[in-house]
């Protein structure tokens, strides 16, 4: 499966996929679109890794353990950002025994 | 007997506890993935770091992240990128046993990861250039002249405008160095490998049959890639349209 031999021409398109994403994340910046700035950047640069691992890492043409590999890691990641933000986020939401000011 | 056992004689690059290289070079990108997990994982817990700490300090954080040569920073993608895509390039010449072919993708690569190097020391210097104190301490001319410039190294000397987010901004900075830090040293550890990978492209060892060192060192150039991916736009472009 790793034999698989891609495409020069997919290089070439993700290639340029990738510089419009970078081209697009700094126009975006220079606009006041609230919390959505944030959220178009990080779509952005999710996007563009995404394309970067399928293609250039070449995962879409690799087995299923790698498949599992890849997302496992980032199902953990999501286990480390999702409970520690869960906790950071809520702290002020609630006082017990009225001594937290 | 002869011909025959010459006729079975496996690839001398076939270890000899796989059946063939096919299974050898499935084997070999498994153990590179997991290695890359442990990397998510690690500059994860930095990502997390950061997110804590930019939703505690909005407003420093934008400040802050004004102070950062975008041109540089947008170039630099560029490069990074440009390198992702030579590296492919590279692979798929080692996979067709263009030998040549892979010996200059592999140097473009090289140049295009040293030129990304040598941008960001040109940031670094600029930063620390700044900072009277940290001239100073260094024994360095043109401390003295540059008395009350921002110093936005982290440490006793730093100092921000306006000084009510100094604190904050400090913390930036210190993610800033330390998450740009730690990335760079990976890549001069990947401008290693790359060298590794250019004697054995020179010297055959890399063939058409036998190229997933090459593949692999391609699955870390391309991660060290994805991080900057995400550094560039939580770094330079926090709050640019304040």
Known sequence: ?101 | MLPEALHHHPHPALAHHFDDIGQQSEASTLGMWVFLVTEVLFFGGLFLCYLVYRSRYPTAFARASHELDVVLGTINTAVLITSSLTMALAVHAAQLGQRRLLVVLLLATMALGATFLGIKSVEYYRKFEECPAVLVALHLPGGEEGAGHACHVPGPGFSFEPAEHARHAQIFFSLYFTMTGIHALHMIIGLGIMTWMLVWARRGVITAEYFSPIEISGLYWHFVDIVWIFLFPLLYLIGRHV
């Open chain 1, 1 to 101: 499966m790793s034999e698989h031999i891609v495409p020069k021409k997919i290089y070439y398109t993700i290639f340029g996929i990738l510089m419009l994403g970078t081209f697009l994340t700094v126009l975006i910046a220079y606009f006041d679109l609230g919390p959505l700035n944030t959220i178009a950047a990080l779509t952005i640069a999710v996007f563009k890794a995404t394309l970067v691992v399928l293609f250039f890492m070449h995962v879409k043409y690799s087995t299923r353990l790698t498949w599992a590999v890849v997302l496992g890691s980032i199902f953990w990641l999501g286990i480390l950002l999702a409970i520690t933000m869960s906790d950071y986020l809520t702290r002020a939401w609630l006082s017990f025994g009225g001594s937290v000011s």
